[in-house]
């Protein structure tokens, strides 16, 4: 019996293998543990960049991706592309406005976004997508407003 070639090279595919998205969340999850525990705020700048390179050149060029995902047991699963650019997305804007309200002097909003982001986080690690699920509804929506204007 023979198991699927895994994709090992780190090439802009349609989907992407699970251990490589868990080194993206677990980069995001320990930038976030060192923000809180050191209380410097300018970490938060490091995942931030590392998700709009991504974002902008793909999968290739996140460091955490580069950095974790080889610590990570190899998955045959995969997500695909289009999942992971709204998930990227969402981090980004989290992130934003995280940083943006810690330097506005807005701390109970820098929190409750930095929470938001560390729930979606360890939600995706521990199995669950929130992201994922956030997009279906979204999709779902369009779907029944189309449905409605025919």
Wanted: hydrophobic letters at 50%; glycine letters at 4%.
């Amino acid at each position: 019996m023979s198991q699927p070639a895994v994709n090992l090279s780190y090439e802009c595919v349609e989907e992407v293998p699970l251990h490589r998205v868990r080194g993206n969340q677990l980069g995001i999850l320990l930038s976030v543990i060192a923000t809180v525990l050191t209380q410097q705020w300018w970490i938060l700048v490091l995942p931030l960049a590392v998700q709009l390179i991504s974002r902008a050149y793909g999968v290739k060029y996140n460091l955490f991706v580069r950095l974790f995902s080889p610590l990570l047991p190899v998955s045959q699963r995969t997500e695909a592309r289009e999942l992971l650019r709204f998930n990227n997305l969402l981090a980004i804007l989290f992130l934003v406005v995280t940083l943006a309200a810690h330097y506005f002097g807005l701390t109970l909003l820098s929190y409750i976004s930095l929470g938001m982001l560390t729930a979606a986080v360890v939600a995706a690690l521990s199995g669950f997508c929130l992201g994922c699920f956030m997009y279906f509804q979204y999709k779902q929506f369009r779907f029944r407003q189309a449905a409605k204007t025919k």
